[in-house]
C-alpha cells in the first residue's frame, strides 16, 4: 500500500497547456514537499507547504495543502518543455511514532512537455 | 553555500563485492538520509544519521550499513552486492529533523550503482 498516492502517473501535453498533479494520503503530514528530478540526477527541492489550506507560488507553479493536511496539489500554467521530468511529492510520516529524517515519496509523476 | 556532493558518481561492481558510497552534507546540516531509488520501487528510505547515530532504520537488510563521522560526512556501505542492488542511491541532508520534522532535506546527486 503506497501512504502517499501521485495522480496521474504519466502525463504527455503541449507546449502552453495547463496542468495538474495530485498528491494524496489517508495519513495526516506535518508538512510536505516537492521535487522535480531529471533523469541520473537527484531531486531538486520545489517548495515546502507546512500549514493546511496553504497556497505557494513559484512563478507558473502553484502548490496547495490540503485544510486537512492529508493531501496537496500541483499546478502547472502555460506549461514549457523545460518543465518535463519527474515531479515527487514526500512527506514525514509521523503518525504514532518518530520519523527521523524518514521521508515517505509518493511514486512520481513524469510530465513531457513536447514543443 | 554548496550542496550536497556524492561520491562517485557511477560505479559498476558484481556480484558478491562490496562498494562504500560517500555524502558530504550541506555546510552546517547535521543529519543525513540516505535513500535507494529504483524504477520499480522508487525512493525507498534506507537510514538517517545525526550526530554520528543512527536514528532512524528503513526496511533493507544488514548488508546495508551506514555511519556518520563528526563532521557530519556519511558513508553507506553494501558487502555481498547482488544484482538487484542496482539502483541510484541518493543521500540528503537537513539542519535538523525532529520527529515531527518539518525541516527540509536536500539531496545530493546521486551515486548510480550498477552490479553485474
Known amino acids: 500500500t503506497q501512504l502517499l498516492e501521485q495522480s496521474p502517473q504519466f502525463l504527455s501535453i503541449q507546449e502552453g497547456e495547463n496542468l495538474t498533479v495530485y498528491c494524496n494520503s489517508s495519513s495526516v503530514f506535518s508538512s510536505l514537499q516537492w521535487y522535480r528530478q531529471e533523469p541520473g540526477e537527484g531531486p531538486v527541492l520545489l517548495v515546502t507547504v507546512v500549514t493546511g489550506g496553504e497556497v505557494k507560488k513559484l512563478k507558473r507553479l502553484t502548490f496547495q495543502f490540503g485544510d486537512a493536511r492529508k493531501d496537496s496539489s500541483l499546478h502547472i500554467t502555460a506549461a514549457q518543455p523545460g518543465d518535463t521530468g519527474l515531479y515527487l511529492c514526500a512527506g514525514p510520516l509521523t503518525a504514532g511514532g518518530t520519523s527521523y529524517g524518514k521521508l515517505t515519496f509518493g511514486q512520481g509523476t513524469i510530465l513531457t512537455v513536447h514543443p | 553555500k554548496a550542496g550536497v556532493t556524492q561520491t562517485p558518481r557511477y560505479l559498476i561492481k558484481t556480484r558478491g563485492q562490496q562498494v562504500t558510497l560517500s555524502c558530504s552534507p550541506i555546510?552546517?546540516?547535521?543529519?543525513v538520509s540516505w535513500y535507494q531509488q529504483t524504477p520499480g520501487q522508487g525512493l525507498q528510505f534506507l537510514f538517517e544519521?545525526?550526530?554520528?547515530?543512527?536514528?532512524n532504520k528503513g526496511n533493507f537488510p544488514g548488508r546495508f550499513s551506514g555511519r556518520q563521522f563528526s563532521n557530519s560526512r556519511s558513508e553507506m556501505n553494501v558487502s555481498t552486492l547482488e544484482l538487484g542492488d542496482s539502483a541510484l542511491y541518493l543521500c540528503?541532508?537537513?539542519?535538523?529533523?525532529?520527529?515531527?520534522?518539518?525541516?527540509?532535506?536536500?539531496f545530493g546527486p546521486g551515486t548510480r550503482l550498477t552490479v553485474l
Open positions: 540528503a541532508s537537513s539542519h535538523y529533523i525532529t520527529g515531527g520534522g518539518t525541516d527540509t532535506q536536500y
Open positions: 555546510s552546517g546540516h547535521r543529519s
Open positions: 544519521y545525526f550526530s554520528e547515530t543512527q536514528r
